[in-house]
């Protein structure tokens, strides 16, 4: 049970330095191609873990700044993941 | 440099390269000497500096097995990296380094549509199996302990028989050996 919430936390804190880095476009593309963006449009559905989900949709929004970002997360389906945090 | 606390951990990981395994409290105190002094960022010192930060040090902890397999040190390594990530600068060099480790710390918890590899089958298939870990698969060391000394034959009938010969070798060493278990 402690391994799994560190772990959670790691994911929370990881999804936070992929916010800071991907204000810059070069990272953007570096997260899409290394595989990164799925993990994080899937921790903005989990709604059991509030930090690691809000981290997330916030990585999420800094891919969005960026058009090649903006695309790819739009064809992942994040758009319908994101909405019910809107409600 | 800009800070104290960094070049702390530079001379820690200096003086001893394996800290994350030989030295994990002390690294994690290094550590949560920075995170603790930055979090904040409107009290944050890097922040405010305008000085270089040396990156190696974090870039190579973030790449460190020991780290990855550490949730603690795990956890303010990603805190040290959120704090420094902060200013332009770093995110320009961090990015060129960490992409990789970020994405594989970060699993995707979507459960994967591929098979499983068949563990019962590689262990008397002699190929390695390519989604083991050598390092880490017991399986695979199994594997690979027996193959040179153990013949393996496989029967196909309508009950499927497994026979496992030893060579002379093995036997000898079976039978002198004592088994243990955790009872």
């Known amino acids: ?87 | 440099m800009s800070d104290r606390e960094l070049q702390q951990l530079r001379e820690l990981l200096a003086s001893t390269p394996d800290c994350a395994v030989s030295r994990p409290a002390k690294l994690q105190i290094a550590l949560q000497a920075f995170v603790s002094l930055n979090e904040d960022a409107s009290r944050s010192p890097n922040y405010q500096s305008q000085a270089r930060d040396d990156l190696n040090s974090v870039i190579k902890l973030l790449s460190s097995d020991a780290v990855k397999a550490h949730d603690q040190l795990l956890l303010y390594v990603l805190k040290m990296l959120k704090i420094l990530s902060r200013k332009y600068d770093n995110r320009v060099r961090l990015g060129e380094h960490i992409v990789d480790d970020l994405v594989e710390v970060c699993p995707d918890p979507t459960p994967s549509h591929e098979p499983e590899p068949n563990r019962s089958l590689d262990e008397v298939y002699p190929s390695p199996n390519p989604n083991a870990d050598p390092n880490t698969d017991p399986t695979l060391t199994v594997t690979r302990t027996l193959t040179p000394t153990l013949t393996v034959t496989v029967t196909v009938t309508p009950t499927l028989t497994l026979t496992l010969t030893p060579t002379p070798a093995l036997t000898s060493t079976l039978t002198s050996s004592r088994c243990c278990t955790s009872g």
């Not at chain 1, 992929?18 to 709604?47: H, M, Q, T």
């Open chain 1, 1 to 87: 049970m402690l391994h799994q919430r560190l772990s959670v936390a790691c994911s929370a804190e990881a999804s936070n330095v992929v916010l800071n880095i991907c204000y810059e476009r070069d990272n953007v593309v570096r997260l899409v191609s290394a595989g990164g963006v799925p993990p994080l449009i899937a921790f903005a559905k989990d709604d059991s873990h509030e930090d690691l989900q809000a981290n997330a949709a916030g990585a999420v929004q800094s891919i969005c700044f960026q058009k090649e970002g903006r695309t790819f997360v739009r064809e992942l389906g994040a758009i319908e993941a994101v909405l019910p945090l809107l409600g």
